[in-house]
C-alpha cells in the first residue's frame, strides 16, 4: 500500500475512533480540499490533529508540524499509530497541563 493511501486510512480510523468516543463531527479533513492548514481530521473543537499511520515516526518533526499548521488556533496533537497497536496521542507538555486543569476545575 502505498504511503498516501496509508495515510488517508490512517485519517479515516482515527475519525472513526473519535466518532466511537462521541466527537460525532470528526471527518478526514483532506477529503474537503483543505489547504495545509487544514487538520487530518477536522471536527474536534479546539484541537489540531496530525495523524500518522506509520511504523516508523519522528514524533519531533510530526509535532513540529502540527504546530505549525495549528497556527496558535488551536491546540495540536499528533494521533498516531502501528500495525497492529493502539492509537497514541502525544501533545505539548503545556497545552496538556492546560487540558488537565480545565477538566479538573482547578
Excluded at 53 to 77: F, G, H, L, T, Y
Aim: with cysteine; net charge neutral; hydrophobic share 35%.
Amino acid at each position: 500500500m502505498n504511503s498516501k493511501a496509508k495515510s488517508g486510512r490512517g485519517e479515516r480510523e482515527f475519525a472513526a475512533l473519535c466518532r466511537e468516543h462521541g466527537i460525532q463531527d470528526a471527518q478526514r479533513g483532506q477529503q474537503f480540499a483543505g489547504g495545509f492548514d487544514t487538520p487530518d481530521v477536522k471536527g474536534i473543537p479546539g484541537i489540531h490533529a496530525e495523524i500518522k499511520r506509520v511504523e516508523r515516526i519522528n514524533i519531533n518533526e510530526a509535532m513540529k508540524q502540527s504546530i505549525r499548521d495549528s497556527e496558535n488556533k488551536a491546540i495540536p496533537i499528533v494521533a498516531h499509530r502501528r500495525n497492529r497497536e493502539t492509537w497514541l496521542i502525544t501533545m505539548r507538555a503545556a497545552d496538556w497541563f492546560e487540558l488537565y486543569h480545565e477538566w479538573n476545575n482547578d
